[in-house]
């Protein structure tokens, strides 16, 4: 099993930005890739970004140019810049960790982004 503990998140204006921090413990060897994916009232849970942990990383195209995900191997963390916020954005965002970019297997307990003025 894998735990992912999720941190940052909040209230920003419009054109703000915010961060978001997940580091991953227990079964670290299982996991290839880690991201995040939101949840917006009556809607889908989406992928917004992920990372394998060679670097390579996909985006929605609603956020490309304005957020940015990374990663630290050493700490089992990933960490998603979020600039140019707008009120679209806001949702319940997710950590999430897997074996490929495409099999998000664990699942954090999500942290609520609010971009309102």
């Known amino acids: 099993q894998v735990q992912l503990v999720e941190s940052g998140g909040g209230l920003a204006q419009p054109g703000g930005s915010l961060r978001l921090s997940c580091v991953a413990s227990?079964?670290?060897?299982?996991?290839?890739?880690m991201g995040w994916y939101r949840q917006a009232p009556g809607m889908q849970r989406e992928l917004v970004a992920i990372?394998?942990?060679?670097?390579?990383?996909n985006y929605a195209d609603s956020v490309k140019g304005r957020f940015t995900i990374s990663r630290d191997n050493a700490k089992n963390t990933v960490s998603l810049q979020m600039n140019s916020l707008k009120p679209e954005d806001t949702a319940v965002y997710y950590c999430s960790a897997g074996p490929s970019r495409a099999t998000p297997a664990y699942w954090g307990q999500g942290t609520q982004v609010t971009v309102s003025s």
């Open positions: 227990g079964s670290i060897f299982s996991i290839n890739a």
């Open positions: 990372i394998s942990w060679g670097g390579s990383t």
